[in-house]
């Protein structure tokens, strides 16, 4: 019986996020590994048509329940949809995407079915064809390994700790028909963001986080950087205490866990919990005009300058050799 | 209205942490701890509930070790009316999954409208409780809380959501979760700590929630902690020199392509 890998695949109205194709990358290594297959599980109204774009990243086989009555995200009929799919596929693993709904999902699926969840993975070992976790502890202090009990195993993944990888294969696609119930939440409006400029923080590849430094609602300069690097903007907790930046923006202990290739922060000292939520970056740029902020005991590159200065002199830089 | 609100007592953010002698769970010597944030915010919602109703009560409950019993004090300091600690050498070994059934197993003898929890814990970062707890208690959920209406029988919330916000309501008895931006909690008054010393904190066991020991223990774990290690601590790297911003750019730019941070 080969050993079989599956992935839930998140689909929004702006299609599958970076992390669906790190998760399908992800999965495709573990099911060579264990000489198995990878099957991919969307879900959501008009999710037929996008669907085969994860053939790139190596699956066998996609699982589509597509209906008009999927267009809201909700958790409860979500999971009651895999778990069906769950119980006729009886795959060995089974992950997850990062976002909060492939939480809501992972967590509510494990508890359905009384299996172990671990969330916010960054890597992945198999022992004994058994998954083991690699996820941080104690805001970045610690590194856990993390066996999950029963099957299928379930874990969700961390952004930007896993590369994507392009692996075309002939796909087989299956319609999964929803058996639908009546749902406890009703919607009652939604306000979303236009969606061509959105890069959703957790999942950003670069962050340019502004702090105190700021020293009002004006980030525009932040912004530019951001979009010349193909990156989001991020804020310290200050920022926001101030109503300069959203709540969502927030950076930290009591904001977003963020893991991007660059971090780059803005007048921002650097405290613990500001580490907390940023600590795992792989690589920070910290620009700072005191020599003595906690922030450059941590950069991987610091800068003594004054933001205001030194900010469109990078964005200067980085037009000048064509961004 | 009767609310109730899952707090977990978690170590300071600032403070050092060490792993213990078993390798798998962490030193619990001099360790400063805390209220969980989200659960800081979530008695503070309890108790403007509470105020704006003119009529309720709050009760607190935790899973955890006798230390709990100091946060409790300070929650009961901050206004809730009780505090109950759910402590067994049977939760030795704990997982989420094993916090959430306690929890659902305490809270078949409690009455409630609602419940209130955090959306994450910050030292075990599950993000499972809350769901966990609502679906065995079979009331609906909802999370990412930045505001809520009760009227009639409903509770309307306001949601963070991907990329934007959403509006949703639904029946009580629920289970909401917290979210930076849903308020900023209270300090204890003088007055308060003092009243809270009168305030009843009760310690119950398993067998005292219903619950049997065997169902209990390492071999019920979901997720088990095989190893526990220090992260690779972050070190200063380089300071950038230069003469002038135009400089200190260019080379910032140069190292970052060179490490191919951005391409
Ligand atoms: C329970 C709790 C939870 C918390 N959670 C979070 C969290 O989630 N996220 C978070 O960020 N914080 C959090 N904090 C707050 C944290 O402790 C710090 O207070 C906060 O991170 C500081 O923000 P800051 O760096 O923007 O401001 P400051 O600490 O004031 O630093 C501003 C920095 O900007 C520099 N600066 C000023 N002007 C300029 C300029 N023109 N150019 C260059 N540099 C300049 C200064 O030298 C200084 O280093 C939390 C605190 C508590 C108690
Ligand atoms: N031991 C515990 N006792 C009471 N509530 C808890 C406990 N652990 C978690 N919770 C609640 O569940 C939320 C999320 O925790 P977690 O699932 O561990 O990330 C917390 O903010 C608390 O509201």
Redesign the pocket.
């Given at each position: 019986m080969p050993n079989n890998v599956m992935f839930f695949a998140e689909h929004t109205d702006a299609g599958f996020g970076k992390s669906a194709f790190e998760g399908m990358s992800e999965g495709r290594r573990l099911a060579n590994q264990l000489n198995g297959t990878l099957t991919a599980v969307v879900i959501g109204a008009g999710t037929q048509d996008n669907a085969q774009e994860l053939a790139q990243y190596g699956a066998d086989r996609i699982l589509i329940c597509d209906d008009p009555a999927l267009n809201d995200f909700d958790a409860d009929q979500f999971t009651s949809i895999l778990v069906d799919i769950v119980k006729q596929n009886t795959p060995d693993i089974l992950l997850f995407g990062t976002s909060l709904n492939d939480k809501a999902v992972a967590t509510l699926l494990a508890t359905r079915l009384d299996l172990g969840v671990a969330t916010e993975c960054l890597k992945f070992t198999l022992q004994e064809e058994r998954l083991v976790a690699t996820r941080t502890m104690y805001g970045g202090k610690l590194v856990a390994q993390v066996m999950i009990e029963g099957k299928p195993q379930i874990a969700c993944i961390r952004a930007n700790a896993f590369p994507i990888i392009q692996d075309l294969r002939i796909t087989e696609q299956i319609m999964v028909e929803p058996q639908l119930k009546v749902s406890k939440i009703r919607v009652i409006d939604k306000k979303l963001n236009s969606l061509d400029k959105v890069v959703e923080l957790t999942e950003a590849t670069v962050i340019v986080s502004g702090g105190r430094a700021m020293g009002g609602p004006d980030f525009s300069l932040l912004e530019e950087l951001a979009d010349l690097l193909g990156g989001a903007v991020g804020a310290s907790r200050v920022a926001v205490d101030q109503g300069w930046r959203p709540h969502s923006d927030q950076v930290g202990q009591t904001g977003k866990v963020v893991s991007p290739k660059l971090y780059v922060a803005c007048g921002i000292s650097g405290a613990m919990q500001h580490l907390a939520g940023m600590g795992t970056s792989e690589c920070i740029v910290a620009i700072n005009k005191d020599n003595q902020a906690p922030i450059f005991h941590y950069a991987d590159y610091g800068i003594v300058e004054d933001v205001f200065e030194m900010v469109p002199a990078i964005i200067e830089e980085l037009k000048r050799q064509g961004r | 209205m009767d609310i109730v609100v899952?707090?977990?007592q978690v170590p300071d953010t600032s403070a050092l942490i060490r792993i213990g002698e078993d390798k798998v769970s962490i030193s619990t010597e001099d360790v400063k701890w805390v209220i969980?944030h989200?659960?800081e915010m979530?008695v503070e919602e309890a108790l403007r509930i509470k105020e704006q109703q003119g009529k309720g009560k709050v009760t607190v409950?935790?899973?955890?070790k006798e230390t709990a019993v100091a946060t409790l004090r300070t929650v009961l300091a901050m206004g809730a009316d009780e505090g109950i600690l759910i402590s067994d050498p049977a939760l030795e070994a704990i997982d989420?999954q094993i916090?959430a059934k306690v929890?659902a197993a305490a809270l078949k003898n409690i009455h409630f409208d609602l419940i209130i929890?955090?959306?994450?814990?910050v030292d075990?970062?599950?993000?499972?409780?809350?769901t966990a707890v609502a679906e065995y208690l079979s009331i609906p959920f909802l999370s990412m809380v930045i505001r809520q209406e009760i009227k009639e029988g409903k509770i309307q919330c306001v949601q963070t959501v991907k990329n934007g916000s959403m509006v949703v309501e639904t029946e009580l008895p629920a289970l909401i979760a917290t979210q930076r931006g849903l308020n900023e909690p209270r300090y204890p008054t003088m007055l308060n700590i003092m009243k809270a010393k009168k305030k009843s904190v009760e310690i119950k066991t398993l067998s005292d929630i219903g619950l049997s020991l065997e169902e209990f223990g390492p071999n019920a774990l979901k997720t088990k902690i095989t190893s526990l290690t220090y992260a690779p601590k972050r070190k200063a790297g380089e300071m950038i020199d230069g003469e002038t911003v135009g400089e200190k750019a260019t080379q910032l730019v140069q190292l970052l392509r060179a490490k191919a941070v951005i391409l």
């Open positions: - | 899952l707090m977990k969980n989200y659960d979530a409950l935790t899973v955890g989420p916090t929890i929890a955090g959306h994450r814990a075990d970062d599950a993000y499972f409780v809350p």
